[in-house]
């Protein structure tokens, strides 16, 4: 059915933030979601498109927030490096019950619960068309999981990320809060550094940018949007 479809991108690194996982809920992991986007991956690996998945952990916790109420900055970023690895597995759990081969690596080492990170490991699964979920961000505090998408990204040789918000791409301030916000198809990363455009950190952009790592930036609550995104559609903001 999809053969005359041109597949742009053959290997994808898709970011997943805490708030797409908690769905319409204040806290937590909303399991219908993660299906929602689990039924999707799951036409895209039929598709022969290898996905990395790099996951958040701000639908548990923040370490920007718990820095907040006292917590040490160290602790407060290991906590939030461990939410990551809770909703990864919640995530492998719900793939590969809906028979997606998925594995979950992890940049702290966890024994017993999941896989320590392993690029050559890594690479070899996605060749054989493996989903593999990355979790505990870079392994270090004071970054950040957009940054562990970059770096996986460039790590794993994608041909691009895909980030998914809320909002349908890269604006010129907030578009919940002002009406006038302009929306960007296409944007340059030295652009979205001297704009200061509120999309992913600094440090991801700058990664990106050494590396040539094409990012869009696209509404992950529109249904078959990756689909679309991986046959060429303009969705959201390209950021090369
Ligand atoms: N974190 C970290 N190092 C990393 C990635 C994440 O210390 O390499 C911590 C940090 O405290 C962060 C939390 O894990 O706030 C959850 O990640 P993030 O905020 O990026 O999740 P998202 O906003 O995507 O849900």
Redesign the pocket.
């Known amino acids: 059915m999809y053969k005359n479809t041109e597949i742009l991108y053959k290997r994808i690194l898709l ?1 997943l ?3 797409f996982l908690q769905g319409a809920n204040k806290f937590g992991i909303d399991a219908k979601k993660i299906l929602s986007i689990v039924n999707e991956i799951k036409f895209l690996v039929n598709c022969g498109i290898e996905i990395g998945i790099v996951v ?4 548990l ?4 927030e718990l820095k907040k109420i006292g917590i040490s900055s160290v602790i ?6 461990l ?2 690895i809770m909703n990864g597995l919640a995530i492998r759990d719900i793939m590969n019950k809906n028979n997606i081969n998925a594995c979950l690596m992890s ?1 702290v080492p966890i024994n017993g619960i999941c896989m320590h990170y392993d690029w050559k490991k890594a690479m070899d699964y996605l060749s054989k068309k493996k989903v593999v979920i990355f979790v ?13 998408a970059c770096l996986r990204g460039i790590e794993m040789h994608v041909d691009i990320v895909l980030k998914g918000t809320k909002v349908n791409g890269v604006y010129s301030c907030d578009p919940e809060i002002n009406l006038d916000a302009k929306m960007y198809k296409k944007l340059t990363y030295q652009e979205v550094l001297d704009r200061k455009l509120q999309v992913m950190d600094l440090v991801s952009i700058i990664l990106a940018k050494d590396n040539n790592l094409p990012i869009r930036v696209f509404n992950i609550n529109k249904p078959g949007i990756l689909y679309r995104i991986i046959t060429g559609e303009k969705e959201g903001t390209l950021i090369i």
Do not use: P
């Not at 407060?76 to 490096?81: H, K, L, R």
């Open positions: 970011k933030s805490g708030e958040g952990g701000g639908n916790f923040r370490g920007s407060s970023d290991n906590i939030g490096m939410s990551t940049a505990a961000g870079i392994g270090n505090t004071n970054f950040t999981t957009d940054t562990a």
